[in-house]
């Protein structure tokens, strides 16, 4: 396998982009001052039989500029362009249904992977075990400019312990996931009713039928900024975390522990 990002082999990556194992989605909208990192982080890795698409949803800053030189080096990265703005489950199910591989993983373009050896270690355990249908990673938080905030999270790593809080405790960070394609279809691809939490709604869809996984390494860095935690986003969140647990009541156990939390995270979002 290649590991040099910076000269890539031309070899590797005309046979990579004919037949890539994984489709990379990176959703992205005005992230131009963040998404370099996070594009350096998929060709750092040592595991390169992937694509990466970029699906731009109407961005009105210089994403595609910043794009562009990545575009020209490696034929591995696609670029596609939404002239409205479409919102973020539109634009996942949009990336996905272009994609070639039997693997996704996803990837918002204000975080970045932390390790060179995340997506190997991923498709090697969904291709050791056909009931997997979704795994992750734990986390790292940094800033806006990229600088760790010393907050780390973690979460439980088999499937019975997932499944036990998944109802009510989301335990995978959307940019640190990787799941089948084929699982992704079965679940119907993300609710584009949900505005902020289409991610959760989707992970139960898929552990209907297969079972959940994390690794425990710090794999991800998660950036916190003023675009994702603003007051509404977490009102927006805590409605629609109601609705996630009504949805899927009947298949996860917790539901009243989760009713209690889910109210609590309503009043919260009102007086933060």
């Known amino acids: 396998m290649n590991t040099d990002p910076k000269k890539p082999s031309s070899t590797l ?36 039989q992937w ?40 634009t996942r199910n949009n990336g996905v249904a272009q994609s070639q591989g039997r693997h996704i993983a996803m990837l918002d373009s204000d975080d970045a992977w932390a390790s060179s050896d995340k997506l190997a270690l991923q498709v090697a355990a969904l291709d050791a075990d056909p009931k997997l249908g979704i795994i992750g990673t734990w986390l790292e938080i940094i800033d806006e400019k990229g600088v760790p905030t ?20 989301n335990a995978f960070a959307q940019s640190s996931v990787v799941f089948r394609k084929d699982a992704f279809t ?16 989707l992970w139960l869809k898929i552990g209907r039928s297969y079972r959940f996984a994390t690794l425990p390494r710090y794999d991800l860095k998660y950036r916190r900024h003023s675009g994702n935690i603003t007051r509404t986003r977490r009102i927006t969140a805590a409605h629609e975390e109601l609705e996630i647990l009504r949805r899927h009541r009947a298949y996860y156990p917790g539901f009243y522990k989760g009713l209690i939390k889910g109210f609590a995270r309503l009043a919260l979002a009102f007086v933060r």
């Open 150 to 169: 010393g907050a780390m999270l973690s979460y439980p790593q088999d499937d019975a312990g997932i499944r036990a809080k998944e109802i009510y405790r």
């Open 13 to 48: 990556i005309a046979s990579a982009a004919a037949a890539p194992i994984v489709s990379i989605v990176m959703p992205t909208h005005n992230h131009a001052n963040f998404i370099a990192e996070a594009i350096e982080s998929v060709r750092m890795q040592t595991f390169d």
């Open 186 to 201: 079965k679940a119907g691809g993300y609710d584009g009713r949900f505005v902020v939490t289409d991610d959760h709604d």
């Open 51 to 90: 694509e990466l698409l970029i699906v731009d949803d109407g961005s009105t800053d210089d994403t595609r500029a910043v794009v562009e030189p990545f575009l020209k080096e490696d034929a591995r990265i696609r670029y596609i362009r939404q002239e409205e703005n479409k919102g973020i489950a539109f």
